[in-house]
């Protein structure tokens, strides 16, 4: 049996068009956006041109035909550019669609996931909310079931996307239990006259605009319940999963940058006739970073491996996003104090890049909630 750490001639196709893309297009934009707070959304009609929302879906189903590793490449680079970039875009191509292509009718598929994939419509993911944190159980956005429809009344949080999306998928209780088969999936076109979105202000990931969103008497008409079926939790916590490794794959590109800054300058900056990487004291920090940033990579991909397997439980995808996400806080911090004065300097990107990481330790599941459930995995009950 063979063991293959190697990447595939698609697997670097990808990762070229991607980083040319960043180099030829996106980078002039993103000193714009995080100054004005402002998602520059016309990218979304290119990244689908380009087939990037596409990559990890079949292409009977309209994607690129590639897999997951495909997935976190380009999380990877888009990461490495911008975080903000990177987030509109995943919270788009996977938490907005893939619970649709996993479950939907065919004519919600058509309706939502092929103009997504486009770029032609632009998706978010209404889970979070003001009360609840990371305990989806504790969910309290209801959805009563009225001739026609459903209407919805309740509020969410931190919603990537939501300042400009076409439409949001939405949990919601479709009955009063506290129970995992109480939680269902609805498709809202925007504008909705019973969502009220409100735009919020950050210190990190500034350009990828996020709302708060309260719900009042939203009527949402039956063919848009995900599915047409009540109780679509499991699918919820699949979706939270796989995007737990696509989320650290961003933390990937964040600490990749990170540390590439800070050993551009080490080699740069100059000190008592010596470059400062030369010193031990900085030196042993790069290094540390390097295998960090090394140790990283790898548990990524073998994340996106195990998702292509067909095979990713949750305690492995726990384990892929606590160490990249960690990873990136470290190795970004490390890289401020490199750089000192400079490191807080708009000019250079690693205190944006840190700003960013930190969101990431709490975001998709904090890192005590995957703690949590990789104590659970070993036996023990936090």
């Known amino acids: 049996m063979s063991l293959d750490f190697s990447f595939s001639p698609e697997h670097e196709a990808v990762r070229d068009t ?68 990177a987030t ?4 788009h191509s ?17 309706r939502y996931f092929e103009p997504a994939l486009s770029g ?28 026609g429809g459903w209407k919805l009344n309740g509020s969410k949080l931190y919603i990537t996307n939501a300042p400009f999306a076409d439409f949001l998928l939405v949990a919601a209780r479709t009955s009063a239990e506290l129970k995992p088969e109480a939680i269902s999936l609805f498709i809202v076109d ?18 990828s605009e996020t709302g708060l969103i309260h719900i009042e008497d939203a009527f949402v008409p039956d063919d ?22 696509g989320v650290a794959a961003n933390a990937l590109g964040m600490a990749r940058a990170a540390l590439d800054a800070a050993q551009s300058y080490a080699n740069d900056r100059i ?13 042993h920090k790069l290094a540390d970073m390097a295998a960090q940033v090394e140790s990283a990579k790898w548990m990524v991909y073998y994340g996106a491996w195990r998702v292509d397997q067909g095979n990713l439980d949750t305690a492995t995808a726990a384990k892929v996003k606590l160490i990249a996400t960690e990873t990136a806080v470290q190795v970004s911090e ?36 995957q703690r949590n459930i990789i104590a659970r995995q070993m036996g023990f009950k936090p």
């Open 18 to 85: 991607v980083r040319r893309l960043c180099r030829e297009e996106l980078a002039p934009l993103v000193a714009p956006a995080e100054e004005t707070e402002t998602f520059p959304k016309q990218v979304f009609k290119r990244w689908g041109e380009l087939g990037l929302f596409g990559v990890r879906y079949p292409e009977a189903d309209g994607g690129s035909g590639l897999d997951k590793v495909s997935d976190c490449i380009v999380r990877e680079e888009l990461s490495y550019l911008s975080q903000a970039f």
């Open 88 to 91: 509109s875009w995943s919270a």
């Open 94 to 110: 996977h938490l907005g669609i893939w619970p649709i292509w996993k479950i939907g009718t065919p004519t919600q598929k058509q």
């Open 120 to 147: 032609e419509k632009i998706s978010g993911f209404g889970l979070s909310e003001p009360d609840g944190g990371s305990n989806i159980r504790a969910m309290k956005t209801r959805a009563d079931k009225v001739p």
């Open 190 to 207: 925007l504008p909705n006259p019973g969502f009220d979105i409100h735009k919020l202000r950050k210190e990190g990931i500034r350009s």
């Open 224 to 245: 848009c319940l995900l599915g047409e079926v009540t109780g679509t939790y499991p699918v919820i916590l699949e979706c939270l999963s796989e995007n737990r490794v």
């Open 271 to 283: 000190v008592a006739n010596k470059r400062i990487g030369d010193y031990q004291a900085v030196a």
């Open 334 to 369: 490390q890289a401020i104090r490199i750089l000192g004065g400079a490191g807080i300097m708009s000019e250079y990107p690693v205190s944006r890049i840190h700003r960013d990481a930190l969101v990431y330790v709490i975001g998709e599941g904090t890192s005590d909630i």
